[in-house]
């Protein structure tokens, strides 16, 4: 499994040079022309980070987190989950960045080989911004009944989490 | 939503910090903060712009437009209430693939075009259609084939590639539990339409 996993990059970045070259393009310049373009987006999420990680670093830091989930503990133990996991598996389909941000916290706490930080990695990735994205695109051309739009979003985040969960320990143990 | 979420994190961080004698911890992590943001950014910053340069040659060579091409059969299947040749599947494919490849900044327009798009068959202007919700679900499961920020968050494992395909397998998950949910609801929102008339 390992294997494949290291494998889709190289693949991928072959395809795409490869498929360049036979297309005439100047794969080299457009390589640096598109590499530019972070400039600008490293600008743009500097900010929104810095915001981020001041918030989740005093909530994580002073111990509240801790407070709460040790509240948590008994229900956790029984279902086997990691409780160090619940807060991310919250924010992740409110905010992105504090989610990005909790991510950075938990890696630099446990290291980067932790199971914590491998689930939560994967968690991570296993949805997207679900809040974000039906205010944005809703808001854009005026709905206003969403319907059942942030249920199914909702549910979707959870069967992502969910299968984060198990994939991990799965693919990890 | 977002503001009263962070202004509880700092409010409630600060209060008990306080409470337990803790202060100065939450003094020093303060400025930790800025600190640690810097050090996430110059570790997002480089995989992002090799990222961007790699994709860039794919736009170019129309690899991107040609996997489009390739989606969209499957998503006129998802999307079986939009009429055929209609503007809408090929921004919705255009979009999916631009998260598929990790292009966030990319999908955002194209993704708000889609909506208006999609707007202009909705019956209702002020009610969410069908296909918008559907459109949502697959936007908000973001199916990513290489999730960039969390690799380089990864940099320091081991092995960071090997995050990439156990976070394809989950987010493919949600995709496809959130298109069976959309599913579901759809039908029964259709039934309670029924009723009404």
Redesign the interface.
């Known amino acids: 499994m390992q294997n494949i996993s290291n494998l889709i990059l190289p693949l991928i970045v072959l395809i795409i040079i490869f498929y360049g070259v036979k297309k005439k393009v100047n794969v080299y310049d457009t390589f640096t022309e598109g590499a530019k373009e972070s400039f600008d987006m490293t600008l743009k999420l500097f900010p929104t980070m810095l915001g981020m990680i001041l918030g989740v670093n005093i909530f994580v830091k002073s111990g509240v987190l801790n407070f709460i989930l040790n509240l948590l503990t008994p229900l956790l133990k029984i279902i086997q989950i990691p409780k160090e996991i619940i807060p991310l598996a919250i924010l992740r389909p409110i905010s992105g960045g504090s989610g990005i941000a909790l991510l950075q916290t938990i890696i630099e706490t446990y290291g980067p080989e932790n199971i914590i930080s491998k689930m939560s990695s994967v968690i991570q990735g296993s949805t997207d911004t679900t809040l974000y994205i039906i205010t944005l695109y809703f808001g854009s051309i005026g709905i206003k009944k969403t319907k059942y739009a942030l249920k199914a979003g909702l549910l979707a985040d959870l069967i992502g989490i969910i299968s984060a969960i198990i994939i991990t320990k799965i693919m990890f143990n | ?2 503001n009263k ?2 202004a509880s ?2 409010i ?3 209060i ?2 306080i409470l ?1 004698n ?1 202060v100065e ?2 003094s020093t ?2 400025i ?3 600190e ?2 810097l050090n ?2 110059t570790k ?2 480089p995989v ?3 990222w ?12 991107l437009k040609k996997i489009s091409k390739l989606l969209s059969p499957i998503m006129k299947k998802i999307f079986p209430e939009i009429p055929e040749n209609h503007e809408s599947i090929s921004l919705i494919t255009t979009n999916v693939v631009a998260n598929l490849f990790g292009l966030g ?1 990319a999908s ?1 327009p194209i ?2 075009k889609t ?2 798009s999609l ?1 202009e068959l909705n019956k209702n ?4 259609s069908h296909s ?2 559907t459109f ?2 697959l ?4 199916l ?4 960039t ?2 690799l380089s ?2 940099m ?16 493919f ?3 496809i ?2 298109l069976i ?2 599913r579901i ?2 039908r ?2 259709k039934k309670c339409k029924t009723y009404q008339i």
């Open positions: 939503m977002i979420i962070w994190f700092i409630l961080g600060i008990y910090s337990t803790n911890l939450i992590e303060i930790k903060g800025a640690t943001t996430m950014i997002i910053f992002m712009a090799l961007l340069g790699i994709m860039k040659i794919a736009e170019e060579s129309n690899l900044n955002t993704g708000l909506m208006k707007q202007k002020k009610e969410a918008m919700i949502l679900v936007n908000t499961t973001g990513t084939i290489i999730p920020t969390i968050l990864n320091n494992a081991k092995n960071p590639t090997e995050i990439i395909l156990p976070c394809f397998l989950a987010s998950s949600a995709t539990g959130g949910i959309d609801l759809q029964k929102d």
